[in-house]
């Protein structure tokens, strides 16, 4: 089975612009989280998608957003890029119940904003 | 709110020692917790998860951690340390604060960042 797949690695953009990340689901989960990793710190939640719905919503302003495919693969989108907005951002899928199934996680984005 | 306390951000053991990683929960309900591996430049790796039943989980790796209850903790440990272990270990404990019923996110500790002398 293939795992998480996230594109791309690593990008850097401009204050004020805008950025999209991708996410491809491993095969077999239908729901994908997104997490903010700054450094030093642990992963925050972003929000989760099940069945292309925002199941779910972390501490994040709406310039977070993000889609889900009928394919369960995943974007999240950042407007009006801020400098505290450079992180490693971290997609998980799982299954429905990702607390019991487990879920798998990709490598992640390295996003710079200058 | 739900919450995860790592206290110990740096711990340097020589291999072949003992370790024991602390991780401290807040959570209003039975808690579902996890232990994650990250090495550098790397995604998550589940190390092992607890939810009911025995309050000592057999992970991967040889790990192992031990649900306290009592004390709100869930300590990682691991009898002796290989080289390899050398990594960054989070603590997450798993629930739908700020989200909204239906959701399943995990809130992570700020990690332990493990160094091995060889």
């Known amino acids: 089975e293939t795992g998480v797949t996230q594109s791309p690695t690593h990008l850097i953009k401009t204050r004020g612009q805008q950025v999209t990340l991708r996410c491809s689901s491993q095969s077999g989960h239908n729901t994908v989280s997104w997490y903010q990793q700054a450094l030093g710190q642990g992963p925050q939640f972003i929000f989760q998608?099940?069945?292309?719905?925002?199941?779910g919503r972390g501490n994040f302003p709406p310039r977070f957003s993000g889609l889900q495919f009928p394919n369960y693969s995943s974007e999240l989108n950042v407007n009006a890029l801020e400098l505290d907005d450079s992180a490693l951002y971290l997609c998980?899928?799982?299954?429905?119940?990702?607390?019991?199934?487990?879920?798998?996680f990709g490598s992640g984005t390295r996003l710079t904003v200058v | 709110a739900q919450s995860v306390t790592q206290p110990d951000i740096h711990i340097t053991v020589s291999e072949g020692a003992s370790l024991e990683l602390r991780c401290n929960y807040s959570?209003?309900?039975?808690?579902?917790l996890f232990w994650y591996v990250q090495s550098p430049g790397q995604g998550l790796q589940l190390l092992l998860k607890y939810f009911s039943g025995d309050t000592l989980v057999q992970g991967i790796k040889g790990f192992e951690a031990e649900f306290k209850r009592s004390q709100s903790s869930f300590n990682l440990r691991k009898p002796s340390v290989h080289w390899s272990d050398a990594a960054e270990y989070f603590c997450?404990?798993?629930?739908?604060?700020?989200?909204?019923?239906?959701?399943?996110?995990?809130?992570f500790g700020k990690g332990t960042k493990l160094s091995v002398i060889p």
């Open positions: 997450a404990v798993g629930g739908n604060a700020y989200s909204g019923a239906g959701s399943y996110q995990l809130t």
């Open positions: 959570y209003g309900a039975t808690p579902y």
């Open positions: 998608y099940y069945r292309e719905e925002e199941n």
């Open positions: 998980a899928s799982s299954h429905r119940d990702g607390f019991i199934d487990g879920y798998t």
